[in-house]
Structures are given as C-alpha cells and as structure tokens.
C-alpha cells in the first residue's frame, strides 16, 4: 500500500507559465515533507522541503504548499524553464511505530518544459 | 568532488554471482542508506545504517546484505544475483538533526 502518491506519471509545460505538481499522503503520523528533483544518469537531488507546522515554503521559483486537512503537499515553479525538465519525487518522513524516521518516496512525475 | 561517490556506476552480471555495490561520502554524515529504483515505484530502501555499529533493514531487504566499513563507507551486497535485482541502486547520507538525504550519481546493475 503506497503511503505516498504522485497520481500524474507526466506532466508538459509551456517555458514561461506555471508548473503544479501534485502529492498525496496516506500516513497521519508523516510531519515533514520534501521534494527531489532528478535528471538522467544523476542521483535525486534535494530541492525544498516543508515542515507540518507550516502550510507554505518558498525558495526562488519554487514553492511547496501544504494541505494537511487533505494531506496533500504541491510543488509550483513559476516560472518554468527548459532546465527544469526532470523527474520530480515526493518524500515524506515522520514518527512511525518501532522504526526510526526514514524517507517514503511517490513514484516520480515526469516534467517536461516546451521552449 | 562529489560529496557521494558510488562504484560501479554501471555493472551486468549473471545469475547466481557474488555483487558488490561500494558507497563513500566526505559529508561527515553518520546516516547512510541504501535505495533501489524500479520504474514506476519510486525509491524503496533496502538498507541504513545510523552509526558504525548500527545496521537495520528497510522495505525490501531480502536478497541483499551491507556492511559499514566506517562512518565514510557503506557497501551493499547481492550475494546471489537474480534478475528481477536489476534496477538503479542510489546510496544516500543525511546529518542527525535532519530528514534531509543526499544521494549519490547511482549504480546501474544489470542481471542476466
């Protein structure tokens, strides 16, 4: 049972306007979120992360919200470049019964940017 | 340099061979782990280690043993490969005080 769901294996942008990209959580007890991005034949890479208490975090052109009534987290990059066409994953961490905290990664979302 | 190095980067072997998989860091990290990457299922982790001495399973730990040479050095083993084993293998470090991972460029194995 996947604890953590990127619903959209793919996503194409025009360069210029908004990328959303979407994350849902199934596991009550997960109180920090964090998203990679990842290109071909590199290693995922740390981009922004959010913690429970917080709804909202911003760096540059990225902005990660966070729905915990819904438990549901969003990346959006504004605006969207060629460079940004990658893999994006979803993590999530937090307390879990008889295990110390450790990363659940989505699935992935493709995004391409058009130029 | 990078901060995670992992070796092999691509590696096909047979079925039934002996694998090892080597992961260093110069983050000064205490925490490492060890993911593979299938398509469609994301990273599911195999292995971590919170110090030397400490080593514990993740989600998908049979078939693969590791070993914590020192707080730089973590290895992952396939002591028997099989095919369905073939996937990208990423080590990843992180600090005590935080969540936040940071993983090496990747191995590749190929299982014939």
């Known amino acids: 049972d996947q604890q953590v769901k990127q619903n959209s294996p793919s996503l194409s942008v025009q360069e210029g306007r908004i990328s959303i990209l979407n994350c849902d959580y199934t596991?009550?007890?997960?109180?920090?979120f964090l998203w990679y991005k990842k290109y071909p034949a590199e290693g995922p890479t740390f981009l922004i992360s959010i913690s429970s208490i917080k709804d909202k975090n911003e760096d540059g052109r990225f902005t990660v919200f966070l729905n915990k009534s819904a438990k549901h987290l969003s990346l959006h990059i504004v605006p969207s470049q060629p460079g940004d066409s990658a893999v994006y994953f979803c993590a999530a961490s937090g307390l879990s019964s008889g295990s110390a905290r450790q990363l659940t990664f989505g699935s992935g979302t493709q995004l391409t940017v058009l130029p | 340099d990078a901060d995670v190095t992992q070796t092999p980067r691509n590696r096909i072997t047979k079925t039934g061979k002996r694998i090892m998989l080597e992961c260093s860091q110069t983050k000064g990290h205490d925490r490492m782990y060890w993911y593979r990457q299938d398509p469609g299922l994301g990273l599911r982790l195999i292995y971590y280690s919170f110090d030397v001495k400490d080593i514990n399973k993740g989600e998908i730990s049979d078939g693969y043993s590791v070993s914590r040479q020192a707080q730089a050095k973590f290895s992952l083993s396939l002591e028997s490969a099989i095919p369905n084993q073939t996937a990208l293998y990423f080590c990843?470090?992180?600090?005590?005080?935080?969540?936040?991972?940071?993983f090496g460029p990747g191995t590749r194995l190929t299982v014939l």
């Open positions: 990843a470090t992180s600090g005590l005080s935080t969540d936040t991972q940071y």
């Open positions: 596991n009550s007890m997960f109180d920090y």
